[in-house]
């Protein structure tokens, strides 16, 4: 079996796991499970998947925001499985860097075509980055959602290690204020340029030695910013 067949399917619910699953492997894919969010973050760092097919509402994290950190540090496409008709929920997904959907109940056939779509898409393999981030005296472990100093912890809210991540995973890469606002807080708060001052002070506080001159979080004014390690 190619290792670029291999897809992670996330779901709770063990009888639409085990539809997927059949569906999958009667194709010839090699098909993983994870029924968390937390089983399939460490899973798409030790299986790198071609592909990973999540139920948005699992029973430890949010879909939105599971995708949101899974995207600092990995390109593998991804089919959001929805049992909400609210568009918003795929929207958010999908502003949170999903490729795709389909909302519960769906058939094998529909399945099937959405997951060869998404493999072909991706043109070449996937370079990912890998899931521990360092810079200056700082690490940051993506799949254990752990950030340290010379070793010793460091606190940051969910907001804060976000954008930390993202900032940190594209290093020399200028983000505007609407890039980041989507990427870390979600499409609704594009327009909250606000928020982005607010939390990247905060940030500045806790990982920059002198926060009034920063040497990692860096302004580029009129734009947004810019992550030098
Ligand atoms: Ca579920």
């Known amino acids: 079996m190619n290792t670029s067949d291999t897809i992670l399917l996330v779901e709770d619910d063990a009888q639409i796991r085990k539809f997927v699953c059949i569906a999958l492997a009667s194709e010839g894919y090699a098909v993983h499970e994870a029924?968390?969010?937390?089983?399939?973050?460490?899973?798409?760092?030790?299986?790198?998947?071609?592909?990973?097919?999540?139920?948005?509402?699992?029973?430890?994290?949010?879909?939105?925001?599971?995708?949101?950190?899974?995207?600092?540090?990995?390109?593998?496409?991804?089919?959001?499985?929805?049992?909400?008709?609210?568009?918003?929920?795929?929207v958010k997904a999908l502003d949170a860097g999903a490729d795709d959907f389909l909302t519960k109940p769906f058939?094998?056939?529909?399945?099937?075509a959405r997951v060869r779509a998404l493999l072909r898409r991706r043109?070449?393999?996937?370079?990912?980055?890998a899931p521990v981030i360092q810079f200056g005296e700082f690490r940051i472990d993506c799949v254990r959602r752990i950030v340290t100093r010379r070793g010793e912890p460091v606190h940051l809210t969910q907001i804060e290690y976000r954008l930390?991540?993202?900032?940190?995973?594209?290093?020399?890469?200028?983000?505007?204020?609407?890039?980041l606002?989507?990427?870390v807080w979600g499409g609704h708060a594009v327009d909250n340029h606000q928020y982005l001052r607010v939390y990247v002070g905060h940030l500045r506080q806790k990982i920059e030695a002198n926060?009034?001159?920063?040497?990692?979080?860096?302004?580029?004014?009129?734009?947004?910013?810019?992550?030098?390690?």
Do not use: M
């Open 123 to 129: 043109q070449q393999p996937p370079l990912d980055a």
């Open 35 to 90: 029924c968390s969010a937390g089983q399939a973050a460490s899973l798409a760092a030790s299986l790198r998947p071609a592909l990973l097919i999540l139920d948005l509402g699992l029973p430890d994290r949010d879909g939105q925001h599971f995708i949101q950190d899974l995207r600092a540090w990995s390109s593998t496409p991804i089919l959001v499985l929805s049992a909400r008709s609210q568009e918003s929920d795929k």
């Open 164 to 179: 930390l991540v993202f900032l940190a995973a594209n290093p020399g890469r200028v983000f505007t204020h609407r890039q």
């Open 181 to 183: 606002l989507l990427q």
């Open 211 to 229: 926060p009034a001159q920063p040497q990692h979080i860096l302004t580029e004014i009129g734009v947004g910013y810019r992550f030098q390690p």
């Open 107 to 112: 058939g094998v056939s529909e399945l099937l």
